[in-house]
């Protein structure tokens, strides 16, 4: 999931498809729908690794492409100050062509090594997409399966950011991709601080944004705690216990703390 995509509660049952969106959920503190947040908070990658798996052409035959792009949402990143740090020999010189946006060269990866390359500036991304190659024999050579890893900034790892296996391609030559939309890092719905007594499990659907059709069933939501106001009576000078309590997904580590009672 990208940024700007939501997910919003219905009650159990729900069919995301079919769902009556006025019927979602309200719970006190509980944004709903609730959206991921907008690209500068999430994670930053200064480099990237692309390894082409397939051709058009069959397994073992040579990839080839005019250009490589990669997207944050709606916007095309910048790729021409890209550098290849990672290429084997003969590659280095046409993967700097793939990032340059010039549709006058192209890349063909005969081993299908793939290479790595570096940004001047971290970006956050969450699309690949690619240019075909020129002239009616370069249709073999239209990469089909393929995966993406990055590294986030102050990191050497590598994470996994996609891995295609079946990319549509245009048969028109150079022409671009569809963008294969990925998750550029970590997905987090900051869900605030449910409050009340509204524990239960929900359906969650999800949207491509906020305000977009909620047809695409997410999962399921399991919202614990204890079931409405339950009033607990000891006398002084007595053995008190407090119990037993209601509750959902309650368990024997769980405490209970006596406060001072303030009348509104």
Same mark, same amino acid.
């Given at each position: 999931? &990208? @940024?700007? !995509?939501?997910? +919003?509660?219905?009650?159990?049952?729900?069919?995301? +498809?079919?769902?009556?969106?006025?019927?979602?959920?309200?719970?006190?503190?509980?944004?709903?729908?609730?959206?991921?947040?907008a690209a500068p908070n999430a994670t930053l990658f200064g480099r990237f690794r692309f390894r082409p798996l397939r051709a058009h052409g069959g397994p073992g035959k040579p990839i080839g /492409?005019?250009?490589?792009?990669?997207?944050?949402?709606?916007?095309?990143?910048?790729?021409?100050?890209?550098?290849? !740090?990672?290429?084997?020999?003969?590659?280095?010189?046409?993967?700097?062509?793939?990032?340059?946006?010039?549709?006058?060269?192209?890349?063909?990866?005969?081993?299908?090594?793939?290479?790595? /390359?570096?940004?001047?500036?971290?970006?956050?991304?969450?699309?690949? %997409? /690619?240019?075909?190659?020129?002239?009616?024999?370069?249709?073999?050579? =239209?990469?089909?399966?393929?995966?993406?890893? @990055?590294?986030?900034?102050?990191?050497?790892?590598?994470?996994?950011?996609? &891995?295609?296996?079946?990319?549509?391609?245009? &048969?028109?030559?150079?022409?671009e991709t569809e963008v294969v939309r990925f998750n550029g890092g970590r997905t987090t719905y900051p869900l605030g601080v449910p409050i009340g007594h509204d524990v239960g499990r929900y359906?969650?659907?999800?949207?491509? &944004?906020? =305000?977009? %059709?909620?047809?695409?069933?997410?999962?399921?939501?399991?919202?614990?705690?204890?079931?409405?106001?339950? =009033?607990?009576?000891? /006398?002084?000078? !007595? %053995?008190?216990?407090?119990?037993?309590?209601?509750?959902?997904?309650? %368990?024997?580590? =769980?405490?209970?703390? @006596?406060?001072?009672?303030?009348?509104?």
């Amino acid at each position: 999931s &990208r @940024a700007g !995509t939501a997910l +919003k509660v219905f009650p159990e049952g729900t069919v995301c +498809k079919n769902s009556d969106l006025a019927h979602a959920v309200e719970l006190p503190g509980l944004p709903n729908p609730t959206a991921v947040p907008a690209a500068p908070n999430a994670t930053l990658f200064g480099r990237f690794r692309f390894r082409p798996l397939r051709a058009h052409g069959g397994p073992g035959k040579p990839i080839g /492409f005019t250009d490589i792009h990669l997207w944050s949402g709606a916007v095309r990143i910048d790729l021409r100050d890209a550098s290849v !740090t990672s290429a084997s020999p003969g590659l280095a010189e046409a993967a700097r062509g793939a990032l340059d946006g010039n549709a006058s060269t192209e890349l063909l990866d005969e081993g299908l090594v793939g290479f790595e /390359f570096e940004l001047e500036r971290p970006v956050w991304a969450d699309g690949l %997409s /690619f240019v075909t190659g020129s002239g009616e024999a370069s249709a073999v050579r =239209d990469p089909v399966a393929f995966s993406l890893e @990055a590294s986030p900034v102050g990191s050497r790892a590598w994470l996994p950011l996609v &891995r295609a296996t079946a990319l549509e391609v245009p &048969r028109e030559r150079g022409m671009e991709t569809e963008v294969v939309r990925f998750n550029g890092g970590r997905t987090t719905y900051p869900l605030g601080v449910p409050i009340g007594h509204d524990v239960g499990r929900y359906h969650l659907c999800w949207a491509s &944004r906020v =305000d977009g %059709s909620f047809a695409v069933e997410a999962g399921s939501l399991l919202l614990t705690g204890l079931i409405g106001i339950q =009033d607990q009576w000891c /006398f002084a000078g !007595t %053995s008190c216990e407090l119990g037993p309590v209601a509750g959902l997904g309650l %368990s024997p580590a =769980d405490r209970v703390l @006596a406060v001072a009672h303030f009348e509104p």
